[in-house]
């Protein structure tokens, strides 16, 4: 069976410092995968999504970026953080029927 | 993208049926209607999705009307660990970077 995990669960930040966070997805090749943020008591933003190795589409222009160096592997980066980055960040992959199964998401909190 | 709307919060007791209305009146031919739920602090997990009529699985089931402008999630008796949010997601069945997770229904469930 497909699994997908993310790390690390919570993640305290100062402003300005550098972020990266890892998804990776097991038990299906080549999925179709999914960066969201989630603020507190709001619906999902969607960030970035990856077809394939190398293949990132951005969603919403902003300073963070994605990276897809392996089929299973989604990295979101940032260099410099800023306070409006806090959030719930969650990583999925999307099934036959494109409907999307997530992880256990990442809070990050930036101070 | 078909726009979805939602009531912001429903409350129910434990045994009772509910039914969660989604309004999507400008539906595409090639729309589907997907539902999520979500816990707090996890990410959102996929329940059912459908074109039209009538899906069921051992979750929930799905009524779709012929018009394709509404459609509801209906839980049979619900118990306390049903309290999430539920989201209804309207988009063409070609990859979910299409689609978008709004508010969604915040539910209750009261003992």
């Known amino acids: 069976s497909q699994t997908i995990h993310q790390w690390p669960a919570t993640l305290v930040q100062p402003v300005g410092s550098p972020l990266s966070l890892e998804c990776t997805v097991e038990g299906t090749s080549n999925p179709n995968l999914y960066w969201y943020r989630q603020a507190a008591g709001r619906g999902l933003q969607l960030l970035f999504y990856?077809?394939?190795?190398?293949?990132i589409s951005s969603e919403v222009p902003q300073n963070l970026s994605a990276s897809r160096p392996q089929d299973r592997q989604f990295i979101l980066s940032s260099k410099k953080l800023l306070l409006s980055d806090s959030g719930f960040y969650l990583c999925a992959w999307e099934g036959e029927i494109y409907e999307q199964y997530f992880g256990p998401g990442t809070r990050l909190t930036v101070t | 993208l078909a726009k979805t709307t939602q009531p912001i919060s429903m409350d129910s007791y434990e045994g009772q049926e509910v039914n969660i209305t989604c309004s999507h009146n400008?539906?595409?031919?090639?729309?589907?209607i997907t539902w999520y739920q979500q816990f707090p602090s996890q990410g959102p997990r996929f329940i059912i999705q459908g074109y039209k009529t009538k899906v069921t699985n051992e979750v929930a089931s799905l009524f779709i009307p012929a018009d394709r402008k509404s459609s509801t999630l209906s839980l049979p008796r619900v118990s306390l660990s049903d309290t999430a949010v539920y989201y209804c997601l309207v988009g063409p069945n070609t990859g979910g970077f299409k689609t978008i997770f709004g508010a969604g229904t915040r539910l209750f469930v009261k003992a």
């Open positions: 400008n539906i595409a031919t090639n729309d589907y």
């Open positions: 990856s077809v394939g190795i190398g293949q």
